[in-house]
């Protein structure tokens, strides 16, 4: 019993990570399409049908690259920041539920790699290590403008970590629990009978607030202050060259797909797809319907990030740490304070 | 021999490993970073007592953000290695190094020869304890007082850093 | 819910402390130039506070799930620490006004640190214990290296904070050891399982580093090392408040889990105790002699009566506990007005804290000298004063306790200090010199100080005033 759970669980394990990383090629060459139709530009499509292959050959590009380490870099940790990134980025699916549960070769199957009783910390906690990649890789290059993205970046996600927690404090308030399976199955019910109980719905405050963090957790833009080419260079990766990297390249990614899952948990009902439990699908059909659900959910949560990363610009430094103290902190707050009068006079 | 213990074992080893090499680094990033992995360490020790909350709130609050802290503001000061002291062993010296080692011994003593003194905790018990909803009770009934407590606390010290640390006082 | 509601009345004067600093803090952000709101707003926050403990003196009832003890003891330390936080508080407004760093954080942080003293005092859990004096020293800190323009001012609240950070790793890990002997932090709980646990060495290294602990905070030697530094580079109200507020409070957590929790009476513990009083009383008043800056003299007989009133605790009676009570009352008493003559003659830049300043100081303000000249001897503890009784208390309990040694050491230093603090009275009276304040100092400091010498005469002459409040809600 112990040896088959082990084993479900690797396989888990093994289908979401390369699932994961293939979906990081694709995303990349969206992303550049996407750009260049907001740029009015071609993009690429030389590459396989409609440039489709561009991302790979890119890949292979990366691994057939020489890695140089600069002679002042501290070589130990140079080597270890791109691994702490890619490993933090993938371990946060851990406990993301991409679908209910699902019948295979006769056994029930949940479609969670670890359904821990603390879910929802467990991705605070594991989010919050991901600053230690960039910024290790800021300080080991020995570079100033590797170093000034590192800081850049500590500074940054120390900001906007306080205003992700409060904001998901609303949501475990709404559900009471911190089990992010569990919260999924609170989103499965309806409001006045019609409305899908969506946290977004329910809270809209705490859905906002947490967008805008999980955008400056990703370090994507308006928030990419550690990596900002004008003045940075190439920021903390400065000093990166082939498959390293590509590490870093393919962690950028990855977060951004976690985060769009966790998105997509915590306030867009998960893999619940509303109303379609009264079609009468058998239950094997309804649970692939659900893990199709989560990717589209999932897709379109990462395509607004794409969006707005090609036609937001950049915040200046003292906007971000503004925008992140004196606004963000105190709305997320006062969300709570909210939720918490709102449930005090249903209950 | 379990699978708990094992981990135990494995955990203890590191974590006192780690704790030697952080105190003797020299390069303060580098030590910063033993604490780090000690402190998941401790986590880990932590969640074979099964201790969840308490272990992710280590790895969260210690290791992701006071230790990030740590990091940022070694950076920012742009440490470099610490130069050795030039002090000489002194008598000072040899008697702190002597109480600490015997302190030590006393320890080991108490835990590896008198450990019928301390107090059980049956580890169903402990299961139930190290829940967040045990916790979160605790945390609002028995213990509301400490946690208002703690808060002043922190209200304290935040006036107070930024009493000291604020640029222009007008 | 209703327990919670009733558990906040029984605590009061903490409740009310607790609202009188948040709202001081929130007027002071509200806008600029609010420091002088802040501060009336603090003192009649502490007079309230002194008030309700007062009225609460003779109900004793556990709060909050027997996290704390309201009444009695604790509304008699709570007195003290109101008293000395009121006392800081009038000193501080004359002084910051002096040096033109007024700010209303100033008295917030005063206010703050008087609630984690009666945190201490009240305390009848390990957890809020250490909770109350993290508060405090805390708040401390800031106080002591409030001026941050000073170099001696950055120096000793660095040296402050660093080894009280120190010291808190002992506190927490002397709790963790206790704990794990006994299963609970509860005074309740560990005052019953003490019979079993008492030889255990696990249990005992636990208690030896409470009293570590606790002998810094009360700057006992051997962990005194700190007190002449700090007390020299602080606001000289600061240093008032630190060596009368704190050290009751500190006096407060020793007595509360050495006499409360534990039953010390005749234990090793008692005789490590009794050595650091011997120690302290010995190095506390030779090295007081031969200091030039006051402050530091000061620093350094506040360490001798740290050790005069350890061997109250070290007795570990009844006569010992009541001692170190009358003792803190008036010992309060006696440096804040000490203290408040002093810092109106110190100048700006932290001259005239010498000896030498002060020749010919009774030619130029008869009644400030007359005064300073009434703490110091209540200091030495000359009678009538009420120094006097409270020595008197402490070695009584000693010599009942068989400690005699301990009194005959008490006795023997008592007479050194006498050369000290009548060397400063010898300046003021018999040398010829021009020494005067500054400026004159406030009204309301005046007779604040004024009143203090008369109680330090009255509590002299009728020590029972003191003795019979204690003796409601003392039970050793």
């Known amino acids: ?347 | 021999m379990n699978v708990e213990t094992i981990f135990f074992y494995l955990l203890g080893a590191v974590f006192v490993g780690s704790a030697l090499m952080m105190v003797t680094r020299r390069n303060p990033v580098i030590a910063a970073l033993y604490l780090i992995l000690n402190f998941f360490c401790l986590a880990g020790i932590y969640l074979t007592l099964h201790a969840q909350f308490i272990a992710v709130i280590q790895i969260l609050v210690y290791a992701g953000a006071i230790m990030v802290l740590f990091v940022f503001v070694i950076m920012l000061l742009n440490l470099s290695d610490e130069r050795r002291l030039s002090e000489a062993i002194s008598f000072k010296k040899i008697v702190a190094g002597g109480l600490s080692v015997a302190l030590l011994l006393e320890l080991l003593y108490i835990f590896v020869y008198r450990k019928t003194d301390l107090p059980t905790l049956n580890a169903e018990r402990s299961i139930e304890i190290g829940t967040v909803e045990s916790i979160g009770r605790h945390l609002f009934t028995k213990f509301l007082f400490p946690f208002e407590v703690t808060s002043i606390l922190l209200l304290a010290a935040i006036v107070g850093a930024v009493v000291l640390a604020k640029r222009r006082l007008d | 819910m209703e327990t919670l509601v009733a558990d906040i009345w029984r605590s009061t004067p903490l409740v009310l402390l607790t609202l009188v600093g948040l709202i001081a803090l929130l007027v002071e952000g509200s806008g600029k130039g609010r420091a002088a709101a802040v501060y009336w707003i603090s003192l009649v926050g502490t007079i309230a506070s002194f008030v309700l403990s007062f009225l609460s003196l003779n109900t004793e009832e556990a709060a909050f799930n027997d996290m704390i003890l309201q009444g009695g003891y604790a509304a008699f330390f709570g007195m003290i620490f109101t008293a000395s936080a009121f006392g800081t508080l009038i000193l501080s407004r004359s002084y910051l006004r002096r040096l033109h760093t007024e700010r209303g954080e100033f008295y917030v942080l005063i206010v703050f640190a008087a609630i984690g003293m009666m945190l201490m005092a009240s305390a009848i859990d390990l957890i809020i214990l250490f909770l109350g004096i993290e508060v405090m020293s805390i708040c401390l800190y800031v106080l002591v290296g409030f001026l941050r323009t000073k170099l001696t001012a950055n120096e000793s609240a660095l040296k402050y904070f660093l080894l009280g950070a120190f010291t808190t790793g002992f506190l927490l890990y002397g709790i963790a050891l206790i704990y794990g002997t006994v299963g609970s932090t509860s005074f309740r709980a560990i005052s019953a399982a003490f019979p079993a646990v008492s030889n255990q060495p696990l249990f005992l290294l636990g208690a030896a580093m409470l009293v570590i602990a606790f002998s810094f905070k009360v700057a006992a030697v051997p962990f005194h090392m700190w007190a002449p530094d700090v007390y020299e580079g602080a606001p000289t109200p600061i240093t008032a408040f630190m060596s009368t507020g704190t050290k009751a409070a500190a006096f407060a957590a020793f007595v509360g889990v050495f006499l409360g929790a534990f039953q010390i009476a005749g234990s090793k513990l008692s005789e490590v105790i009794a050595l650091a009083a011997a120690a302290s009383m010995i190095i506390g008043n030779v090295v007081a002699i031969s200091q030039s800056n006051l402050k530091r003299m000061l620093a350094y007989s506040s360490i001798a009566h740290a050790g005069y009133m350890l061997s109250g605790i070290s007795a570990a009676n009844r006569e010992g506990e009541t001692g170190i009570l009358f003792y803190l009352a008036t010992y309060t008493l006696m440096n804040l007005g000490a203290f408040g003559v002093l810092s109106w003659v110190e100048q700006k830049d932290d001259t005239k804290l010498t000896f030498d300043d002060y020749a010919g100081f009774s030619a130029q303000q008869p009644f400030l000298a007359a005064l300073l000249s009434i703490f110091l001897f209540s200091l030495a503890g000359i009678p009538p004063f009420a120094g006097f009784f409270g020595k008197y208390y402490v070695f009584l309990a000693a010599v009942k306790a068989d400690l005699t040694w301990l009194a005959i050491i008490g006795v023997l230093t008592s007479v050194v200090s006498v050369y000290y603090y009548l060397r400063l009275v010898m300046m003021m009276y018999f040398q010829p010199g021009g020494a005067t304040v500054e400026e004159p100092p406030a009204q309301m400091a005046f007779i604040a100080v004024t009143c203090a010498a008369i109680l330090v005469v009255l509590f002299g002459i009728y020590p029972s005033l003191i003795v019979d409040l204690t003796k409601e809600f003392l039970n050793i």
């Not at chain 1, 430094?317 to 709102?342: A, E, F, R, S």
Request: hydrophobic residues 50%.
């Open chain 1, 1 to 347: 019993m112990a040896t088959e759970i082990v084993l479900i669980s690797l396989l888990k394990i093994l289908v979401v990570v390369l699932t994961i990383l293939t979906c990081v090629v694709f995303l990349v060459y969206i992303e550049r399409r996407v750009s260049a139709f907001v740029q009015n530009r071609v993009g690429p499509n030389r590459t396989g049908p409609y440039g489709l292959l561009q991302t790979v050959a890119d890949v292979v590009k990366l691994l057939m690259k020489e890695d140089i380490v600069p002679r002042n870099a501290y070589k130990a940790i140079h080597d270890l920041a791109p691994i702490i990134s890619i490993g933090v980025a993938l371990s946060t699916f851990a406990v993301i539920p991409i679908g209910d549960t699902i019948e295979l070769f006769g056994r029930q199957i949940k479609l969670i790699i670890a359904d821990v009783n603390v879910g929802i910390l467990y991705i605070l906690a594991i989010t919050s290590l991901g600053v230690y990649g960039i910024t290790l890789a800021g300080w080991s290059s020995n570079n100033k403008y590797s170093l000034l993205g590192g800081l850049r970046s500590s500074a940054q996600l120390i900001s906007y970590e306080l205003s992700m927690g409060l904001s998901i404090v609303g949501v475990l308030m709404v559900s009471g629990t911190l089990q992010l399976d569990k919260i999924v199955q609170h989103q499965t019910t309806y409001l006045f009978g019609w409305l899908p109980a969506w946290n977004m719905f329910l809270q809209p405050i705490g859905f906002i607030t947490f967008v805008t963090a999980a955008f400056a957790e990703t370090n994507r833009l308006p928030f990419d202050l550690p990596e900002a080419e004008p003045e940075l260079v190439g920021g903390y990766h400065t000093e990166y060259t082939g498959l390293k990297f590509g590490l870093f390249f393919l962690a950028e990614y990855a977060n951004m797909i976690t985060a769009s899952a966790v998105i997509t948990t915590l306030f867009l009902g998960g893999w619940h797809l509303p109303y379609v439990e009264y079609v009468g699908l058998s239950s094997f059909i309804l649970s692939l319907v659900y893990v199709g659900t989560f990717c589209v959910k999932v897709a379109a949560v990462m395509m607004f990030f794409i969006i707005i990363r090609w036609t937001l610009p950049r915040f200046r430094y003292d906007q971000l740490m503004n925008l992140g103290w004196k606004l963000m902190l105190p709305i997320t707050i006062i969300n709570v304070l909210l939720t918490g009068i709102v449930l005090l006079i249903l209950h």
